[in-house]
């Protein structure tokens, strides 16, 4: 089955500067990669995602690069804001026999340090 | 309204009781799952349906018994409860192959 792992498990960074969060995946069946973010005590939602056709994606402050050779792919925050402190979630989805299949990341612990 | 309403939002309950979880989507999404969060924020899938069928089961304790009446609605029976139990259950769903999942607001499950 698939095995997402994600990197770093905590991260801490100063009002202003980038973050970037890792994942790596080992089924190369997989062909779509959501982020979700979730906020304290709040559902996961999804902020961005990129799909197997595509090397990068962009939504105003938040980037997504995917390697499909090398099977990861990263989550970019740029000029990062308190309300971004929440815990991220990469995942990976294949479709086995017709039906989705999403295994997520263990989950970043992103702080943003006014 | 809530695309994905999940009730009860709180259940505290004694080791050995049986519980269940409802789960309705308004988006009229083919397919749904249950999640299991723990304590150190770890999202694992449970069950997966896919227009009332059982398509994901992972490896969960047969304690646990989900049903889906309707491409709606899934719910989350747990019999004879046990401290482990105790997590965050969130229920999500999602229009078809390939496409983000929208997810409820959890259930918080507390063993005493």
């Known amino acids: 089955g698939e095995n997402v792992e994600q990197h770093p498990s905590t991260l801490s960074v100063q009002e202003g500067d980038s973050a970037v969060i890792k994942c790596t995946y080992s089924d190369s069946a997989s062909n779509y990669f959501p982020w979700y973010k979730q906020e304290l005590g709040k559902r996961p939602q999804l902020i961005i995602d990129?799909?197997?056709?595509?090397g990068e994606k962009k939504d105003q402050r938040i980037a997504v690069t995917l390697n499909k050779t090398a099977k990861h792919f990263s989550l970019h925050i740029t000029e990062t804001q308190p309300e971004d402190s929440a815990v991220y979630f990469c995942?990976?989805?294949?479709?086995?026999?017709?039906?989705?299949?999403?295994?997520f990341g263990i989950g970043t612990k992103l702080q943003v340090i006014p | 309204d809530t695309a994905v309403s999940q009730t009860p939002k709180y259940l505290v309950t004694q080791m050995g009781n049986d519980k269940s979880i409802k789960c309705e989507q308004n988006?009229?999404?083919?397919?749904m799952y249950w999640y299991k969060q723990d304590s150190k924020k770890f999202l694992k899938i449970m069950f997966s349906y896919n227009n009332k069928e059982l398509i994901i089961n992972e490896t969960v304790p047969n304690r646990f018994s989900p049903k889906s009446p309707d491409k709606a609605h899934l719910n989350l029976h747990i019999n004879s409860l046990e401290l482990g139990d105790s997590a965050v259950y969130f229920c999500a769903s999602s229009p078809h192959n390939n496409q983000p999942q929208h997810f409820g607001d959890g259930t918080r499950l507390s063993i005493l």
């Open positions: 995942a990976a989805s294949a479709v086995s026999g017709g039906y989705q299949k999403v295994t």
């Open positions: 988006l009229g999404h083919d397919t």
């Open positions: 990129i799909r197997s056709n595509v």
